[in-house]
């Protein structure tokens, strides 16, 4: 019926009669809030703001400090406390070589950091990152491999064993969830069969499954360290404008073995989170990445928009798109808001 049978603002009218017919319903505990944890900086926020001589003033960017062991437990705790789902861990070495050994030492800070968290907080959930360009000297996320007269490129299948050997690493210092997020050929089968194999099957993988060669990770780098020396991760990583590409990889991965698929970045890729899930079925994440949170920080910083309202609308409509879990810094400004009922 239309028009004036039909009003569709009937239901619009009051905030008790739209809470009702809320379509979309966001929780703290479908976020997850990233944490890096520093050998080199303990407790320190990163040094360079990201907009030093902006017209209104340094960007500071809390969610990237790097933290020390007994400073990511205290936020840990915080983020436990508000009800946040889980925690993921990036790891800042102090030492870095061509292989990046330290992503797979017993006594390496995301090892030692998965000790700490369990013993203090034994009921939270952590995930933690699975890759090596933090722990490269050359900051790409694999050993390399020499190409004729062209610079080294990444070596596939040698950097498979030890992707492996990190999440196995992970599992064993405690970590509920590893997530891979190398973007091998291969490496999801090949880190389940290590798992397996080292008494862990029942650990569950996170698979980086779309991870898109995107403008929006530059924060990142700067907070974890790892960006590439040379080059770029164009070979390894998706082509933004790749969509059929994106389905395929993700059904390739919960092939091999993927408990949960994750869409990286989010906000230009809801298309893609809505077809990750209706094509496969399983869980789906998207990371609200570093420079789509400097993005909302800056714009409130200068006026322009409401940071709080706006965080609210963007993870709604991720969740809306189909993400089962946002990975996001904003996860325990959003999760106080919730809390708050706002």
Request: with cysteine.
């Given at each position: 019926?239309?028009?004036?049978?039909?009003?569709m603002?009937?239901?619009?009218e009051?905030?008790?009669?739209?809470?009702?017919?809320?379509?979309?319903?966001?929780?703290?505990?479908?976020?997850?809030?990233?944490l890096?944890?520093?050998?080199?900086?303990?407790?320190?926020?990163?040094a360079?703001?990201?907009?030093?001589d902006?017209?209104?003033?340094?960007?500071?960017?809390?969610?990237?400090?790097?933290?020390?062991?007994?400073?990511?437990?205290?936020?840990?705790?915080?983020?436990q406390?508000?009800?946040?789902?889980?925690?993921?861990?990036?790891?800042?070495p102090?030492?870095?070589?061509?292989?990046?050994?330290?992503?797979?030492?017993?006594?390496?800070?995301?090892?030692?950091?998965?000790?700490?968290?369990?013993?203090?907080?034994?009921?939270?959930?952590?995930?933690?990152?699975?890759?090596?360009?933090?722990?490269?000297?050359?900051?790409?996320?694999?050993v390399?491999?020499?190409?004729?007269?062209g610079?080294?490129?990444?070596?596939?299948?040698?950097?498979?064993?030890?992707l492996a050997?990190?999440?196995?690493?992970?599992?064993?210092?405690?970590?509920?969830?590893?997530?891979?997020?190398?973007?091998?050929?291969?490496?999801?089968?090949?880190?389940?069969?290590?798992?397996?194999?080292?008494?862990?099957?029942?650990?569950?993988?996170?698979?980086?499954?779309?991870?898109?060669?995107?403008?929006?990770?530059?924060p990142?780098?700067?907070?974890?360290?790892?960006?590439?020396?040379?080059?770029?991760?164009?070979?390894?990583?998706?082509?933004?404008?790749?969509?059929?590409?994106?389905?395929?990889?993700?059904?390739?991965?919960?092939?091999?073995?993927?408990?949960?698929?994750?869409?990286?970045?989010?906000?230009?890729?809801?298309?893609?989170?809505?077809?990750?899930?209706?094509?496969?079925?399983?869980?789906?994440?998207?990371?609200?990445?570093?420079?789509?949170?400097?993005?909302?920080?800056?714009?409130?910083?200068?006026?322009?928009?409401?940071?709080?309202?706006?965080?609210?609308?963007?993870?709604?409509?991720?969740?809306?798109?189909?993400?089962?879990?946002?990975?996001?810094?904003?996860?325990?400004?959003?999760?106080?808001?919730m809390?708050?009922?706002?």
């Amino acid at each position: 019926m239309a028009f004036p049978k039909t009003r569709m603002r009937r239901l619009r009218e009051s905030a008790g009669l739209r809470g009702l017919v809320r379509e979309t319903e966001l929780r703290p505990g479908r976020l997850v809030l990233p944490l890096f944890v520093s050998e080199a900086e303990p407790a320190a926020r990163l040094a360079a703001p990201l907009l030093p001589d902006g017209p209104f003033g340094a960007l500071t960017l809390p969610a990237l400090d790097r933290l020390s062991i007994s400073a990511l437990v205290e936020r840990a705790h915080e983020a436990q406390e508000l009800g946040v789902g889980a925690v993921m861990l990036f790891g800042v070495p102090s030492h870095k070589d061509a292989e990046g050994s330290g992503a797979w030492d017993e006594e390496g800070i995301v090892q030692l950091a998965l000790r700490a968290l369990g013993q203090a907080l034994p009921e939270l959930t952590v995930m933690t990152d699975v890759c090596l360009c933090e722990y490269t000297d050359h900051g790409h996320c694999g050993v390399l491999r020499e190409n004729g007269s062209g610079p080294p490129g990444v070596d596939n299948d040698a950097t498979l064993e030890l992707l492996a050997r990190v999440a196995v690493s992970h599992a064993r210092a405690g970590a509920d969830v590893v997530a891979p997020s190398d973007m091998m050929d291969g490496r999801v089968g090949a880190i389940r069969a290590e798992l397996d194999g080292e008494g862990f099957a029942g650990t569950p993988i996170l698979a980086y499954a779309a991870k898109f060669a995107s403008a929006f990770y530059g924060p990142f780098r700067d907070a974890a360290g790892s960006a590439p020396a040379f080059g770029d991760r164009r070979s390894y990583q998706l082509d933004p404008a790749n969509g059929r590409e994106a389905l395929r990889e993700a059904a390739l991965d919960a092939a091999e073995g993927a408990d949960m698929l994750m869409v990286k970045p989010a906000l230009a890729y809801g298309d893609l989170i809505a077809a990750v899930k209706r094509e496969t079925g399983l869980p789906v994440a998207a990371y609200n990445v570093s420079g789509e949170y400097a993005m909302v920080r800056a714009a409130a910083q200068a006026g322009q928009l409401e940071e709080g309202a706006a965080v609210a609308e963007i993870l709604t409509s991720l969740h809306r798109a189909g993400a089962d879990v946002v990975i996001t810094y904003h996860a325990l400004e959003a999760a106080r808001a919730m809390a708050a009922g706002r």
